[in-house]
């Protein structure tokens, strides 16, 4: 059986051994869902950045580039962190440099790591079904907000601890609470999510449909997997 | 209304501004809840030290040295981390040095807070009535794992918030995941945590008296609080 193991937040990376597991990082407001929204709709890689500038430079080597902080889109980038913005025809076969303020942080810290794959609650049945069929024990990343935890990218994990219960054994106490929190919230997830931190943070920028995507599940049948510098299906 | 914000591992702590809070440390099992024990015994004071070898040290000064890593009492100390041995006639007056595997470290890593106190269930309702007359706003420490996150000291911190919750504004995410999390499992905490790691860690070495009492509610209606270097009530 799998041994199954959740880090809570990108700062307690130093924590756990990552060589012989497959990484899922998740940040599902909105940088794991964009990324498989993105994929799904054929673009053809995302090249993930933590720095900014690293990948605003990749403009010139015929990117898009996709840049989020703090919620909004970067000045001077082609795209920002709203999953619709990545359902776009222009934007079939397409690269893209991407960086936002917490997935791809997370993304840069679990380099080393045997495999990383992307999840959100968009592909979570896919990705239950990828990792069943695979050999490695798993980590899933919450990548947080600025190095905090959250409740959304914790509910997935919970999400996916059940979609795999008979498949791993739970290693520790965070994905036993994942699992607890996930249960308790699952029957209506928005509700549950009102007084979440970063949920209010969205909601100010008026971005309540993106929210209620973000939380649908298995909208789509991909898996973006890392190969090199970037993600792909 | 005050805030409060939970630290879910002293791996954390560089994420929060403490200068003007108090910090609550909690190491349910079982470094808070020794030393509630032993300063409502009648113990008259304890320094808590990160380091084992500074703590040893202070045999020579007239302490009584309690040390514990991994659970286990460290040869050569006078006590180890059991609640029961502090309830002892012969320690009444008596200073002790204290060292523990997590504790003591989430202590260390609280210095420079405005306020130092430590929580346990043992003095639940003490300690929240302490914070409801005080006027800082609070930021609860768990001292987990080895830095990992654990459930039984996220558990106290959601018991904590719901006893203060008419007096609380809850910051970020951490502490509304607490206090979901305390309120599954209060009616029965003992069969929540059974598969909690260090609960399991703990059984191993036959100390579920231990556990049992480390999950009482308001046994002591005493505040342990840091005054320059060392606990006192």
Chains 1, 2 share one sequence.
Not at 155 to 184: N, W
Request: aromatic content about 10%; some cysteine; glycine content about 6%.
């Amino acid at each position: 059986m799998k041994k199954i193991d959740v880090c809570l937040s990108p700062d307690l990376m130093h924590l756990y051994k990552t060589d012989d597991r497959t990484i899922v990082v998740v940040d599902i407001l909105r940088a794991t869902s964009c990324m498989t929204t993105a994929l799904a709709f054929g673009i053809q890689s995302i090249t993930p950045f933590a720095l900014l500038e690293e990948c605003r430079a990749k403009k010139d080597q015929g990117y898009f580039i996709s840049g989020e902080r703090d919620g909004k889109k970067v000045e001077g980038f082609d795209l920002g962190n709203s999953p619709f913005e990545y359902m776009d025809e222009k934007l079939k076969g397409q690269n893209i440099a991407f960086t936002t303020t917490n997935g791809t942080q997370a993304i840069a810290k679990s380099i080393g790591a045997r495999e990383i794959v992307i999840g959100s609650f968009l592909n979570l049945s896919a990705l239950a079904k990828y990792i069943r069929q695979g050999k490695n024990d798993i980590l899933i990343v919450c990548a947080g907000w600025k190095g905090r935890f959250n409740l959304e990218d914790t509910l997935f994990a919970g999400a996916l601890i059940e979609s795999l219960k008979d498949h791993v054994e739970l290693e520790c106490d965070a994905p036993l609470a994942s699992l607890v929190l996930y249960q308790q919230a699952k029957s209506n997830m928005i509700g549950f999510l009102k007084d979440a931190s970063h949920v209010k943070r969205l909601a100010n920028l008026d971005i309540f449909e993106d929210i209620k995507f973000c939380l649908t599940a298995d909208h789509f049948n991909v898996v973006p997997v890392f190969k090199g510098s970037r993600f792909e299906i």
